[in-house]
């Protein structure tokens, strides 16, 4: 198996040798990748390459009281992910590189020295930088902020929300660690790179103009280290096919804390995001909280977690003026073993209280949902 690999390669490797640079000689057709450089800069950095990835297979288990159309049980890879990246440090001391995403098929650049950081490409905001939450010392699979709501029903959505980005090309500037601050800020011009506004989300709608900013704040006390985050974002918001999108405005301001140390950690995370909409549509206004801590000792780690999300979201739930504010509060209980060096075996079991408020069109006049779910992970990580 080995050698037909390696023959197919060389096969492949002569063909594209055969079919570029029979036709424009070996040296055109490498200079071709530097884009009408300076002959001065046009040799071959010496990058230092590497390739990362997961592969995650997971079965999630879920009772719930709507039972819909969703099924119980569900075994499947759900996630994977290859990545490329390269880094370089030139004489006069300017680092820079590349990573690319095979599995996502989106790239960025970077470029750094003692002023900062130079992020853009398809790359996270600032505030998706820098957020912290109650989610980042939960551990293992299965909590309210990884993987145990797949097959929840009449879930309220956009919960520990601090950016508007799908994907799309962004531009983003990290301030150097001075005394344990460090400040980012980022451009966004389209929430998807479409523009017709057709990102997936609320009402076939999108973001544009995305101008975020965040801090983070470390500080250590003996054996504890503390970060403090805080982040707004600022977006116009447009549906497709309206006038005046420049009228919908959206602001997301979220904060955040943790401490760590000794094998334990705690964290929490607060977010309001408003989100104006088009005459005659309710707002989507979003306000949520999260809180956990988590223990470590050997190979074991267990967390517990909780998270509260209340939506103004009337509108997508019936338009009755009745109807009252989503509500969905979720609490976890998750472990990860691990079981040898890039391979962990991670489990939890979340509990959803949801209420939707009344839709006269759903049969029994209510759309509310208790669900409990169990998630079993194996993770390979290189």
Same mark, same amino acid.
């Not at 479409?194 to 101008?211: K, Q």
């Not at 967390?303 to 999300?309: F, I, M, P, R, V």
């Given at each position: 198996?080995?050698?037909?690999?390696?023959?197919?390669?060389?096969?492949?490797?002569?063909?594209?040798?055969?079919?570029?640079?029979?036709?424009?000689?070996?040296?055109?057709?490498?200079?071709?990748?530097?884009?009408?450089?300076?002959?001065?800069?046009?040799?071959?950095?010496?990058?230092?390459?590497?390739?990362?990835?997961?592969?995650?297979?997971?079965?999630?288990?879920?009772?719930?009281?709507?039972?819909?159309?969703?099924?119980?049980?569900?075994?499947?890879?759900?996630?994977?992910? @290859?990545? /490329?990246? +390269?880094?370089? %440090?030139?004489?006069? $001391?300017?680092?820079?590189?590349? #990573? =690319?995403?095979?599995? &996502?098929?989106?790239?960025?650049?970077?470029?750094?020295?003692?002023?900062?950081?130079?992020?853009?490409?398809?790359?996270?905001?600032?505030?998706?930088?820098?957020?912290?939450?109650?989610?980042?010392?939960?551990?293992?699979?299965?909590?309210?902020?990884?993987?145990?709501?797949?097959?929840?029903?009449?879930?309220?959505?956009?919960?520990?929300?601090?950016?508007?980005?799908?994907?799309?090309?962004?531009?983003?500037?990290?301030?150097?660690?001075?005394?344990?601050?460090?400040?980012?800020?980022?451009?966004?011009?389209?929430?998807?790179?479409?523009?017709?506004?057709?990102?997936?989300?609320?009402?076939?709608?999108?973001?544009?103009?995305? @101008?975020? /900013?965040? +801090?983070?704040? %470390?500080?250590?006390? $003996?054996?504890?280290?503390?970060? #403090? =985050?805080?982040?707004? &974002?600022?977006?116009?918001?447009?549906?497709?096919?309206?006038?005046?999108?420049?009228?919908?405005?959206?602001?997301?301001?979220?904060?955040?804390?943790?401490?760590?140390?000794?094998?334990?950690?705690?964290?929490?995370?607060?977010?309001?995001?408003?989100?104006?909409?088009?005459?005659?549509?309710?707002?989507?206004?979003?306000?949520?909280?999260?809180?956990?801590?988590?223990?470590?000792?050997?190979?074991?780690?267990?967390?517990?977690?909780?998270?509260?999300?209340?939506?103004?979201?009337?509108?997508?739930?019936?338009?009755?003026?009745?109807?009252?504010?989503?509500?969905?509060?979720?609490?976890?209980?998750?472990?990860?073993?691990?079981?040898?060096?890039?391979?962990?075996?991670?489990?939890?079991?979340?509990?959803?209280?949801?209420?939707?408020?009344?839709?006269?069109?759903?049969?029994?006049?209510?759309?509310?949902?208790?669900?409990?779910?169990?998630?079993?992970?194996?993770?390979?990580?290189?």
């Amino acid at each position: 198996m080995r050698k037909r690999l390696l023959a197919t390669t060389a096969l492949v490797g002569a063909s594209i040798f055969a079919s570029g640079v029979s036709a424009q000689g070996f040296d055109e057709a490498a200079n071709d990748t530097q884009d009408s450089a300076s002959p001065v800069v046009q040799n071959q950095p010496a990058f230092a390459m590497r390739i990362s990835g997961t592969v995650r297979v997971s079965g999630n288990w879920i009772d719930q009281d709507v039972k819909l159309m969703s099924q119980s049980f569900d075994l499947m890879d759900d996630f994977r992910a @290859l990545a /490329i990246s +390269g880094s370089a %440090t030139a004489d006069n $001391g300017l680092s820079y590189g590349f #990573v =690319y995403d095979v599995d &996502e098929d989106r790239a960025e650049l970077h470029l750094s020295n003692r002023f900062g950081r130079l992020t853009f490409g398809d790359t996270d905001t600032a505030t998706d930088t820098l957020d912290i939450t109650g989610s980042s010392v939960m551990v293992g699979r299965g909590g309210y902020s990884n993987g145990a709501g797949k097959n929840l029903n009449i879930g309220v959505g956009g919960g520990r929300m601090v950016d508007f980005r799908g994907t799309g090309g962004t531009i983003r500037y990290s301030t150097p660690n001075y005394g344990g601050l460090t400040v980012a800020i980022s451009y966004t011009n389209e929430s998807d790179n479409a523009g017709d506004m057709t990102s997936a989300g609320d009402g076939n709608t999108g973001h544009e103009d995305i @101008l975020s /900013i965040a +801090g983070q704040y %470390t500080s250590s006390y $003996g054996n504890y280290t503390t970060v #403090v =985050y805080v982040g707004y &974002e600022k977006a116009n918001r447009a549906a497709k096919g309206e006038d005046h999108p420049d009228n919908q405005d959206a602001t997301a301001f979220s904060v955040g804390a943790k401490v760590t140390g000794m094998g334990a950690g705690f964290a929490f995370g607060y977010g309001d995001v408003r989100q104006d909409t088009g005459v005659g549509n309710s707002d989507l206004d979003l306000q949520w909280y999260d809180v956990a801590l988590s223990f470590s000792s050997g190979p074991w780690s267990i967390s517990a977690g909780g998270q509260y999300t209340r939506k103004d979201d009337a509108f997508l739930v019936g338009g009755d003026p009745s109807n009252r504010d989503q509500e969905q509060t979720a609490y976890s209980l998750t472990t990860n073993y691990a079981l040898a060096p890039g391979l962990n075996i991670g489990a939890g079991v979340t509990h959803f209280d949801i209420e939707n408020g009344v839709d006269p069109a759903v049969k029994g006049g209510h759309l509310d949902n208790s669900a409990t779910t169990f998630t079993l992970a194996t993770t390979m990580s290189f």
